[in-house]
C-alpha cells in the first residue's frame, strides 16, 4: 500500500450459509447512518471481468477446476477489484466492506485443498499489493448447518464433502486465534441485529481514518 490509507477495509468470512450478506446488508446501513461513505462488494466478483470469472468458475454448469487453476482464478477476480474497487474507494475515505477476500483463499485453498501456504500467500500478495483489512468478521458456524441453510446443491464448492468444510472452518479459526487484533469472530447462530451491532461496536473502534 503505497502512501496513508484513508478509508477502512472491512472484510466478512465464513464457510457456506453463515450469513456474510446479510451482516454486509446490517453493517451497510449502520456505516451510513453514521454519514460515511460505504462501498460493498463480493468475491469473486464485483467488477465486470471478476463476475464473468466468477460465473465461469462457479456457474451451475461449471466443472470443478484444477486447485492451482482455482488458486489463480480467485486471485485473478481479486486483482481486479482490488485496483478497480477498493484502493480507489480507501483513497476516497470511503468504508469498504467486502463479502470475503484473502482468507477465504487461505482457508479453502489452503486448508480446504492442501495447497502450501507460501503458494496462497504470494498468489495473494500479488492480487492486492499486501492490502489487509483493518477488521476481518468471521462469522463461525458448524458445516451441517451452514449447509443446511443454504437447503441446496449449488456450486462445485458446495459439494464438498463435509470434511473439506470442517478444515475450511478449522482453518479460518485457526487463522483468528493467531491474529487476534485483525479478527472478530462472531457465533453466526445469533440472530442478525445482534451480529451487526457487535461487528459495528468493533468497525467504530478501529482508529480514526
Ligand atoms: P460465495 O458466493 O461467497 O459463496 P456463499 O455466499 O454461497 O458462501 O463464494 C463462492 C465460493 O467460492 C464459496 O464456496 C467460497 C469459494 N471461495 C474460495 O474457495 N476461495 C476464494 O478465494 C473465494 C473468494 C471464494
Not at 447512518?33 to 466468477?54: A, F, Q, Y
Not at 462457479?58 to 477476480?77: C, I, K, S, Y
Request: glycine residues 12%.
Amino acid at each position: 500500500m503505497s502512501g496513508p490509507r484513508r478509508g477502512r477495509l472491512v472484510t466478512i468470512e465464513g464457510g457456506e450459509g453463515a450469513g456474510k450478506t446479510t451482516l454486509q446488508g446490517g453493517l451497510e446501513r449502520l456505516a451510513r447512518s453514521g454519514g460515511r461513505e460505504v462501498v460493498t462488494c463480493r468475491e469473486p466478483g464485483g467488477t465486470h471481468l471478476g463476475e464473468r470469472l466468477r460465473e465461469a468458475l462457479l456457474g451451475h454448469d461449471a466443472e470443478p477446476p484444477d486447485r492451482v487453476a482455482e488458486l489463480l482464478v480467485f486471485t485473478a477476480a481479486r486483482a481486479q477489484l482490488v485496483s478497480e474497487v477498493v484502493r480507489p474507494a480507501l483513497d476516497r475515505g470511503a468504508i469498504v466492506i467486502c463479502d470475503r477476500y484473502i482468507d477465504s483463499t487461505i482457508a479453502y485453498q489452503h486448508h480446504g485443498r492442501g495447497i502450501a501456504r507460501a503458494d496462497v500467500d504470494a498468489a495473494n500478495a500479488v492480487a492486492t499489493g499486501g492490502l489487509l483489512p483493518d477488521l476481518t468478521v468471521l462469522l463461525d458456524l458448524p458445516p451441517y448447518e451452514g449447509l443446511r441453510r443454504v437447503g441446496r446443491v449449488g456450486d462445485y464448492l458446495e459439494r464438498e464433502p463435509l470434511d473439506f468444510h470442517r478444515r475450511v472452518r478449522a482453518g479460518y479459526l485457526a487463522e483468528a486465534e493467531q491474529h487476534p487484533a485483525r479478527w472478530l469472530v462472531l457465533d453466526a447462530v445469533q440472530p442478525p441485529e445482534a451480529l451487526a451491532e457487535a461487528a459495528w461496536e468493533r468497525i467504530a473502534a478501529l482508529p480514526a481514518a
